[in-house]
């Protein structure tokens, strides 16, 4: 009686020592270098595929075929590039500059060039600055020195232009400023200018501390 008790007992230890041991053998498989190893069975009749663990020593019978194969499949080949993404901020601006910290200026219709700059082709954004005061006290009477400075593509176009009143000298202290703001696109190298007029009096006017800067910019909208 009490043998027949033991026999199932027996029966499902034996069961789940065989799923421990089972456990200890996947965990090794595949190997450390992702290979599973397999034997296959010479035998037209059955050709039963099990798998061993070669770290612990197991092998193919005789009537068995070593089989291996990789847990992970060859590398595919290389998809196509995607586009290229937009231009980032930095190394896509460059600034150009020149000053000129004292010009006379001609008579109009003539014009004397204040300051100049030489460009590759490209976008920018272009600023000019500069005073405009009196150069002397003898004027025809009731004139004065009232300046007109453009600024102008390399074609000699007028993009901006702007006028300063200057009637009086007095150390600078009636010095009237005059600002140039224009974006300019150039499709080959040239060279860009401010020039200024005097356009009343006898004489020319002053243009002091004059300043023309250039920065290329990926794109003017």
């Not at 990789?70 to 080949?77: H, L, N, R």
Request: glycine fraction near 10%; aromatic fraction near 4%; charge should be negative.
């Amino acid at each position: 009686m009490n043998t027949k008790l033991m026999r199932p007992a027996l029966l499902g230890l034996a069961i789940v020592g065989a799923l421990a041991l089972g456990g200890i053998a996947y965990a090794n498989i595949p190997d450390a270098g992702g290979v599973i190893h397999g034997c296959y069975k010479n035998d037209p009749h059955e050709g039963t595929l099990r798998v061993i663990d070669t770290e612990k020593g197991q092998a193919c019978r005789k009537a068995e075929t070593p089989l291996s194969w990789s847990q992970t499949g060859p590398q595919g080949i290389q998809g196509p590039s995607g586009p290229s993404g937009p231009s980032g901020p930095s190394g896509s601006s460059h600034a150009y500059s020149d000053t000129n910290n004292q010009a006379l200026t001609f008579i109009s219709p003539n014009s004397h060039t204040i300051t100049q700059l030489t460009l590759p082709a490209g976008n920018y954004v272009v600023s000019a600055t500069g005073s405009v005061v009196q150069s002397g006290l003898f004027n025809t009477a009731g004139s004065n020195n009232d300046v007109k400075c453009s600024l102008n593509d390399p074609d000699d176009n007028a993009v901006t232009a702007s006028e300063a009143t200057a009637n009086d000298f007095n150390n600078y202290t009636d010095a009237v400023p005059y600002m140039l703001v224009a974006t300019m696109s150039l499709s080959s190298s040239g060279t860009i200018t401010v020039d200024c007029a005097t356009l009343t009096g006898t004489v020319g006017a002053e243009v002091d501390f004059n300043s023309l800067v250039a920065t290329k910019v990926d794109a003017v909208n």
